[in-house]
């Protein structure tokens, strides 16, 4: 059976101002409930089931079950419109009976399906000819189409189960028995990618792209730091020819007095030379010339 097309619709989330709304902004599935659409009148054709203009916007609780006890805490702002325990039924309830399922006409078929989303959470439900309303609150992210298709796999076995006590059964007279059909359906559809084939492959993709993303991440960083090691080398080059310069000019300097020095040690030597030999040189050439004057005297003297 396929389900017919589907009504989306926001509204505000009621809230309780000694409590604290909890914001669902995931894909869990939260909770499921029944109801009967009340009519306030026959239906105009004179035929079974209720007339869309004879709606009174009034609903009767008949079943809950809630699935999200089992993963959430209770009380204190840990559930549904921050107390699970009293609150979201009647709340889903007020969502339900203002803005009933619409395009009710084949028997034994639900349809009529809405999805009203708030800023917390997101309702869907629908509804058969004969009122019987069912209904789950999810997180934001849960497939839309998976609950519907978990609306219309429950409708079968809990309408041929209780269709005839669901028309005249009081609030909540329904919930003890009903629990293990709905605990069955939650369970199976708790984990949407495990029934619908496109949760499933977005999920994978949704996986692929936060690896992407993680390799992404990882290769700008490894870039940063390749650009950071390059600038360094840069920085390294820089310096080296900066050291590289001054090495030579320091070489230079140090070959210019080498030189000098060389310049003052040989005109040192040369002048300690030449005070120390200029002296001997000309006492010598003295000397010499007193001998040969000796030796004229004494030669004159012998001839004489």
Request: hydrophobic content about 35%; charged content about 25%; glycine content about 8%.
């Amino acid at each position: 059976i396929k389900p017919r097309l589907s009504t989306i619709t926001k509204y505000n989330t009621p809230t309780n101002n000694n409590k604290t709304t909890v914001k669902m902004s995931d894909n869990k599935l939260r909770c499921a409930l029944v109801y009967r659409l009340e009519s306030s009148g026959p239906s105009d054709s004179g035929e079974s089931g209720i007339a869309l203009s004879n709606l009174s916007g009034n609903c009767t609780l008949l079943a809950k079950y809630d699935h999200a006890s089992d993963y959430e805490g209770s009380g204190g702002g840990g559930g549904l419109y921050g107390d699970r325990d009293k609150n979201y039924a009647e709340a889903v309830g007020m969502v339900v009976g203002n803005d009933p399922p619409s395009g009710l006409g084949e028997e034994g078929v639900i349809g009529g399906f809405k999805i009203c989303i708030s800023d917390a959470h997101q309702v869907i439900y629908g509804a058969d000819s004969e009122g019987l309303c069912l209904a789950i609150v999810t997180g934001l992210k849960y497939p839309s189409r998976t609950a519907i298709s978990m609306l219309t796999e429950l409708y079968t076995p809990y309408s041929e189960q209780f269709a005839l006590q669901a028309k005249s059964a009081t609030t909540n007279s329904l919930t003890k028995k009903s629990k293990k059909i709905l605990s069955q359906l939650c369970t199976k559809y708790d984990d949407s990618t495990k029934v619908d084939k496109a949760s499933a492959l977005n999920s994978k993709v949704e996986a692929v792209q936060a690896t992407m993303q993680d390799n992404i991440a990882a290769m700008l960083k490894n870039t940063e730091q390749a650009e950071s090691l390059a600038e360094r080398s840069n920085q390294l080059n820089e310096q080296a020819n900066v050291f590289q310069k001054k090495s030579k000019d320091l070489k230079k300097q140090m070959r210019c007095k080498n030189i000098k020095m060389t310049i003052i040690l040989v005109t040192l030597v040369v002048g300690v030379l030449v005070i120390i030999l200029v002296p001997l040189i000309v006492r010598a050439k003295n000397a010499a010339k007193g001998g040969r004057m000796l030796r004229g005297f004494l030669e004159e003297l012998g001839e004489a």
